[in-house]
Nanobody
Framework: QVQLVESGGGLVQAGGSLRLSCAASGRIFDIYAMGWFRQAPGKEREFVAAISWSGGSTYYADSVSVKGRFTISRDNAKNTVRLQMNSLKPEDTAVYYC??????????????????WGQGTQVTVSS
């Protein structure tokens, strides 16, 4: 089993920044990739970014315009994946979820490919 705990969410004004963290524990050697997803009220969960557990490969969503604003990274020493979010917009408001894939599905944008999930952390961007 893999346990994931997110932190770093909160309330920020438009144009501000937040850094989300996801700490992994348990059978971390089984992890192949990790991803960030988000879900706004009344909307489906959507992919934001993913990274290989080695940190060598990243993948960002095109549809949610995060490229150039969000950066996913991996802290090997702390078994943590981070999502640095800059130039935040009100439309970024959502619950952000961390996910891990231990089935070697690849660095994918599909939630079904991730078999472990964190509890989520709320990000609210005010205008």
């Amino acid at each position: 089993q893999v346990q994931l705990v997110e932190s770093g969410g909160g309330l920020v004004q438009a144009g501000g920044s937040l850094r989300l963290s996801c700490a992994a524990s348990g059978r971390i050697f089984d992890i192949y990739a990790m991803g960030w997803f988000r879900q706004a009220p009344g909307k489906e969960r959507e992919f934001v970014a993913a990274i290989s557990w080695s940190g060598g490969s990243t993948y960002y969503a095109d549809s949610v315009s995060v490229k150039g604003r969000f950066t996913i990274s991996r802290d090997n020493a702390k078994n943590t994946v981070r999502l640095q979010m800059n130039s935040l917009k009100p439309e970024d408001t959502a619950v952000y979820y961390c996910a891990a894939d231990s089935d070697y599905s690849g660095i994918t944008p599909y939630s079904d490919d991730y078999n472990y999930w964190g509890q989520g952390t709320q990000v609210t961007v005010s205008s």
